[in-house]
């Protein structure tokens, strides 16, 4: 539910994504990754700069929403849904991702096992998202750099064969968050003014 309007929130998107005009984009974003990855932290750090060391577990999916300037005046609201990392709500993630222009898929550096589910949900998406889908993979926890397991170079290479962005973020140190976000909405395609 959108607080500021009363509405739920992503009714109003339409099949493209979202997107309103050439200066003031509309885009809906999906967060996909294993449960603990860090997900709910990212977005609660990006939108309210907060961070909470007991998050809670997502049941379903979350919906927040976050504006953004860039530096070409162009304006990005984006409708973030948060969906839930656990096994028994993966079913429910198609009814998030799709129609989704941006897909953010996180694991944590601590946990190969995470890597491993982030990458069945980047074949998930080739295969019944958006063909013009922006895609990020997001690599963790950096803080906890001492307790990796997954090298950041896995994460390139995996990124750079599937054209995807990748980088590196802390929600807990607020690490790379925002640049995360400004770094999604430069690659949105804008639509044409003619």
Known sequence: MDRSTGRLGGLNVS????????????????LLGDSGVGKSCIVLRFVRGQFDPTSKVTIGASFLSQTIALQDSTT???????TAGQERYAALAPLYYRGAAIAVIVYDITSPETFTKAQYWVKELQKHGSPDIVMALVANKADLHEKREVPTQDGIDYAEKNGMFFIETSAKT???INQLFEEIAKRLPRPSTT
């Open 15 to 30: 099949e493209s994504g979202g997107v309103a005009d050439a200066k003031n984009l509309r885009v809906k974003l999906v």
């Open 76 to 82: 990005v609201k984006f409708e973030i849904w948060d």
């Open 174 to 176: 607020a690490d790379n």
